[in-house]
């Protein structure tokens, strides 16, 4: 049986596991009263190449984590930003924040969410394919003289040794070569292999804190 029409076209389609139907939602930090709007999409799955739509649990506890604890740091970026909660809480308690993502549709609701919100700090948001070279020269061009950024900011954004390469190599072209520069990393226990891998990387951490549960960690690099 032939299929003609708009139902056939419909399945090359970049939109075809988009879903735009976002909501407004709120999120009080209780300890330090700041109170932020966010749109998210209700669904509970999403296109892998659009996760950022929604918001994981590694955005929550490094949010939290930010929202509490005090630093002198001038300029951050985030890692994989999705919808903007950890770039948001850190623009409104600490410092200005460059917001980055590889998905236009996913930066284009991140932006949404800058606007709903009035900060202490400006976010600015850029695209960052980890890969991708001209990205990481562009994002280091918006850094502090050029020179790297003193914060980097990652939350549930280790989902494959792949990737995991990727956002390392990246990180170590953004952070600023100083020994007061930090990798904040929230990392979320999934899968065995990436902890293995995550695990054995101890040159790279500097700090590390317990979060949440047993199977949530905050690491700073």
């Known amino acids: 049986m032939s299929n003609t029409g708009s139902d056939a076209d419909d399945f090359g389609t970049a ?3 988009v879903n735009k139907a976002y909501e407004k939602r709120r999120f ?3 300890q330090t009263g700041l109170e932020l709007e966010l749109l998210v999409s209700p669904a509970t799955a999403t296109d892998h190449d659009l996760t950022g739509q929604i918001l994981w649990p590694g955005a929550h506890i490094l ?3 930010l929202a509490q604890t005090a630093s002198a740091f001038t300029a951050a970026c985030e890692l994989g930003a999705g919808l903007g909660l950890v770039s948001l809480v850190c623009a409104a308690r600490h410092c200005p924040v460059v917001a980055t993502d590889h998905s236009e549709e996913v930066l ?3 932006a949404q969410n800058c606007s709903l919100n009035r900060l202490k700090h400006p ?3 850029m695209q960052l394919d980890w890969g991708d070279e001209c990205h990481v020269l562009q994002v280091l061009e918006a850094s502090p003289q050029q020179q790297g950024y003193p914060l980097l900011l990652g939350a549930d954004v280790c989902y494959n040794l792949n990737a995991m390469h990727k ?3 990246a990180a170590s072209r953004l952070l600023a070569r100083n020994a007061s520069a930090r990798f904040m990393l929230a990392y979320v226990s999934r899968a065995a292999t990436l902890d293995r891998s995550f695990s054995n990387d101890t040159s790279l951490w500097l700090w590390f804190h317990q979060a ?7 690491r700073e690099v």
Not at 212 to 218: A, G, M, T
């Open 167 to 169: 956002l390392f190599a």
């Open 123 to 125: 976010v600015r948001c």
């Open 63 to 65: 949010a939290d984590y």
């Open 108 to 110: 284009s609701v991140l």
């Open 28 to 30: 009080l930090f209780e």
């Open 15 to 17: 939109d075809l596991f």
């Open 212 to 218: 949440i549960h047993s199977r949530c960690c905050l």
